[in-house]
């Protein structure tokens, strides 16, 4: 019998593309402070486990997880890091207590990305280093073939990809937390620079430094507390080939298979109709549009022209990204899911402020770890 | 309230050497592969994937779990690498256990990588990185010199000798002379033969250490009712626990690890032991060097603080005592491919357990047994207890 798991708390820090004045301790340190004093609890009294999420070289560090304790309040603590997306961190998490191991587990990632001078050299280390590095084009080109891929299957076209960007970037103007909010038109987009045909400079997101804490309950001591918890209706992560040569480039499998396992746990048969809202990985622009399909949140081919009709905005049939996704807020490497499960608990607890959608009772949280991966992890939260 | 039981069903594991030619997903997938049919399974049976491996640096590829997804068999696949240095080895398959136990999996494949190799000329060089950037780097530090440093204070708070010490590598490489993935097996090595080799970073010497190496382990863990429908001999996880002290490691008192200690009783308080010494049958501390073995005898609670050395001497760790310590042959004579070395130390356990450990079986049916690891700066400890 697996146990009810809940969001409890949450806490954030940055949000910024550049924060000079602290160090990525200090932004954790923040971050975690709002969340243990959101949940209203003691990290060293109230919780039995920490978990992280970081990747040895975004941090410039090996063995990146002996620098993650001291501060959460985790020192001398059953603590450890995931190498994956802040909704894996999550993942683990859940399973900590749903296993009836402990009862409250925080969760951190956090982003400095402005400390990393060349991060698409970084992003092509990811590469294989026998048949793929030798290559030694810049990582883009990744998406950019897969965006040609599908716009030569007609599954979605140029100018619908744009209006991602034109939708998402609008969104970030009512979100105090996003950096690269904007009010510009299709033509803008399509006429930025390019970075890898056929993706230009407005169809990319930017990254930002920033850190987001969680802090994950059991259903009792989720109702002692003092807060009206954000329940984990359901979760699933998954992965499709690392490698370029093998990997399904016609639509994003990790997603279809991430987004099925999450609506299994979650019970969830008709995730259109059953859930109100996403907040869905927009990397890069047609990667919403891809997404929304694997996700069953759109039909497949449709999620192009739905968009490029208004479906997706914020007042619209179906609010993807209201919080202004990657694209509008910025991207935080590692804590790029937990960006994204932040403003579905914000909604759904009613706290979004200028972008609060009047329907916000189920929302789905989608993250992909970017280039070159085929990683991919959703979650289904309920209030 | 009652957890669901997950046992471990299956394991293989390459063999451990210096330079392999395979590449790291290669690795993974002869290990998975064949912890997949010791126990007849294939992927088809697989739920879920959980990954090993210590530092990136090492394979020198940026998010190196990614990388080896497919060589793991976690394609298409739910799939995840836990990361707590050193000690990533044994915290893996707790790991798995929790997939298990939640509830969400009732299969789950753990596979550990290390390819060292990579990193030339030594990997040694790649643990600058590991060090503090603004407080310690500058000082060009590197391992052997911080656990110099550790063991130093161990001997000191007891009154070592490089000798009490040094009987744990021989009896290692010794056990693994008999362990038919060894590296560093011996079954002639002596006292002398330690005490004589090359000084590295006083008081450690050259035999007082483990060898860079290659190597990967996988383990196929089962909920009940699986592993009951795919061997008669399951071995149950009875406990799990790890713990992470501050980084700030130059604060600590370095004699004693209190965090493995905490991650024990986390571990111990699970499976219900009490008095660990009468309750534990075979132990596989984590061992890349030999003071390191009886640092973590006294911190599993198994000897008196100081007294591993004493014990060890009066024969009681050796593989016929009365209580069998890395009967396996340990790192220093297995080899120490790092997460690889720890999860090699679980599939000791599995095959100890159910009677298959061959030249290397300890006498009088052990009913339980004991892994741990270690890792970060000093920092991490990681237990599993295996039953049957």
Sequence with gaps: MTRKVAVVGLGWSGFRPLTPEVSYRELTFEAATRAYSDAGIDPRKDVQGFVTAAEDYHEGTSIFDE?????????????????????????????????????????????????????????????DPVVERPLAAHPSFIAGLEMQALIAAKRFTLPQCGTVSVKNKRNALANLHASFAANIKLHDVLESAPIAEPIT??????????????????????????????WIRGLGWSNDSPALDSRAWNEARYARKAGAMAYHTANIRSPRTEIDFAEVDDTFAF????????????????????????GTERGGEFPVNPSGGNLGVGSLLDAAGLARAMEVVLQLRGEAGARQLPKANTGLAFAWRGLPTTSGVAVVFGN | MSMRRVAVVGAGMTKFVRRSLETGRELAWEAASKALESCEMTLDDIDSVVMGSAPDAFDGVHMKSEWLADGAGAWGK??????????????????GWYHIASGLFDTCLVVCEEKMSPCRPHPQAAFISIFDNFTERALGPNLLWIFALEMNAYMNRYGLKKEDIAQVA???????????????????????????????AYPVQRLDVSPVTDGAVALVLA?????????????????????????????????????????????????????????IHIAEPYDPFDYKELHHLEGLMLFPKGKAPEATALGITQRNGDLPVCPSGGLLGVGNPIAAAGLMKVAELFWQLR??????????????????????????????????
């Design chain 1, 67 to 127: 620098y993650t304790p001291d501060q959460l309040g985790a020192a001398l603590r059953p603590m450890h890091t995931i190498t994956g997306d802040g909704l894996h961190a999550l993942a683990a998490a859940y399973m900590q207590i749903a296993s009836g191991l402990m009862n409250v587990v925080v969760v951190e990632a956090h982003s400095k990305a402005s400390n990393i001078n060349t991060l698409s050299d970084i992003t092509a280390f990811g590469l």
């Design chain 1, 201 to 230: 400079k407005l169809m990319a997101a930017q990254h930002t430094d920033g850190c987001v804490v969680l802090v994950l309950a059991d259903e009792d001591t989720a109702r002692a507390l003092k807060g009206k918890p954000i």
């Design chain 1, 287 to 310: 990667k919403e549009l891809v997404h929304l399909e694997a996700l069953r949140l759109a039909r497949e081919g449709e999620a192009g022209s739905w968009t490029a009709e208004g």
């Design chain 2, 78 to 95: 739910p799939y995840m690498r836990g990361y707590v240095g050193g000690g990533t080895g044994v915290f893996a398959p707790a790991q």
């Design chain 2, 170 to 200: 021989v009896k290692n490489k010794r056990n693994a002379a008999d362990h038919p993935a060894s590296l560093l097996g011996d079954a002639n090595i002596t006292l002398q033969d330690i005490l004589n080799s090359e000084v590295l």
């Design chain 2, 223 to 279: 909920a009940d009712h699986v592993a009951r429908r795919v061997t008669n001999k399951p071995v149950w996880f009875e406990g799990v626990g790890w713990n992470l002290d501050t980084a700030y490691w130059t604060d600590r008192d370095l004699s004693y690890p209190t965090y493995v200690e905490e991650a024990a009783r986390m571990a111990y308080k699970m499976a219900g032991i009490t008095e660990p010494r009468k309750q």
């Design chain 2, 355 to 388: 009677g298959e450990a061959g030249a290397r079986q300890v006498p009088g049916d052990p009913r339980r047994g004991v892994a741990q690891a270690w890792g970060d700066l000093m920092q991490v400890g990681t237990v599993v207890v295996l039953g049957k």
